[in-house]
């Protein structure tokens, strides 16, 4: 695709449920990056990808928070046992590679717990 | 936690007004970056500055690194109200260069 594309845009989840947020980088792209956006703040990261590898999931807040890549390029964030905190815009953003800094970010998961 | 912190953290100015923005850190940044984002979209990258010093101008928009790559300044000249949106700088750390963001300023042009 033209973009970064994630799913849903929107998501309500009840207190405890399960969720999970897609990512469609743009194809070719090494880098992934997962980012938590509160309301009127700067993106907060969360995890990123190179390839199908995690390379570094040190902003991730919990372990209810879990993501993945398994082929390297689609990329499932879930956050199991949601709790209201959780509630945030959550971006995916793709890279050329890690070197090549310029990142692109999709519209984005807004995400409300209640 | 943020390393980068932004100033002012809201501005709203009439068109036609000049305006400054400012993003400091006490950390070396690889590189730094200036994104816009509008409401309910991802942010959009509008420079790159790479280079101590460097300065760089989209149109009316002049983007500085500052000499030891710890801080940046984003200047706009007669802004419009196509200027409104939040901006937010990001430096680039570490081996992955993961984006570290700034705090954020909400810009509101009022025509």
């Known amino acids: 695709g033209a973009g970064v594309s994630q799913s849903p845009r929107y998501k309500v989840a009840k207190r405890g449920q399960d969720v999970a947020l897609r990512c469609d980088p743009i194809?070719?792209?090494?880098?992934l990056f997962w980012y938590q956006q509160a309301l009127g703040q700067g993106p907060e990261f969360l995890t990123y990808?190179?390839?199908?590898?995690?390379?570094?999931k040190s902003g991730l807040p919990s372990d209810r928070f879990f993501a993945e890549r398994p082929e390297g390029s689609v990329s499932t964030l879930k956050i199991q046992r949601t709790q209201q905190e959780d509630s945030a815009v959550y971006l995916c953003?793709?890279?050329?590679?890690?070197?090549?800094?310029?990142?692109?970010f999709g519209q984005g998961t807004r995400l409300t717990v209640v | 936690t943020q390393l980068l912190e932004q100033s002012p953290q809201f501005l709203s100015i009439q068109e036609g007004e000049n305006l400054t923005v400012y993003c400091n850190s006490s950390?070396?940044?690889?590189?730094l970056q200036w994104y816009r984002q509008e409401p309910g979209e991802g942010p959009v990258l509008l420079v790159t500055?790479?280079?101590?010093?460097e300065v760089k101008k989209l149109k009316r928009l002049t983007f500085q690194f500052g000499d030891a790559r710890k801080d940046s300044s984003l200047h706009i000249t007669a802004a419009q109200p196509g200027d409104t949106g939040l901006y937010l700088c990001?430096?680039?750390?570490?081996?992955?260069?993961?984006?570290?963001f700034g705090t954020g300023t909400l810009l509101a042009v009022q025509p």
């Open positions: 953003a793709s890279s050329l590679s890690r070197l090549r800094g310029e990142a692109f």
């Open positions: 194809s070719g792209h090494v880098s």
């Open positions: 990808f190179q390839n199908e590898a995690q390379l570094d």
């Open positions: 950390s070396v940044f690889s590189s």
């Open positions: 500055v790479v280079t101590g010093g």
């Open positions: 990001a430096g680039a750390r570490g081996a992955t260069n993961k984006l570290i």
